[in-house]
């Protein structure tokens, strides 16, 4: 596998920086950063660099049963959400949330409101998360 751009891992782990957010883990070769921001709820954020697109996955919580309600309400909530979405991994028992940006113009605003989004969506959509994940 050939190394990514330096210049990809470099702005993205500075433009993480710039937020405050910890550098968890770094791995160059597989395009991959783990960060975390103690501040907006989140914890484990994995940033894949996979040119030409930056993936960002938040691991929310597990389930051991298919939902239809919470499905439901997941769908529901993605409507409200600014940037990213609610996604169940290839398993069928994770949610996680998702968002994809485009790597060859990215910029920090770009990223920090990606980032504050998904703050956000942790903040105000907390207690339901919390609730799904006893499910």
Known sequence: MKP????YMDTIEEF???LQ???LYRNDQHGILKIDNQ???INNLIIGIAPPILIMEQFLFSFQHDNPGMFKKLLQKNRDTIHGAFVIN???NKVLFRYTMQLGNIDYNEFEGAINS???LLSEF??????????
């Open 4 to 7: 990514l751009p330096m210049n």
């Open 16 to 18: 993480a920086k710039r």
């Open 21 to 23: 957010c910890r550098i």
């Open 39 to 41: 501040a907006d709820g």
């Open 90 to 92: 290839e398993e069928g």
């Open 118 to 120: 998904l703050g956000l």
């Open 126 to 135: 907390s207690e339901q998360i919390i609730e799904f994940s006893k499910s």
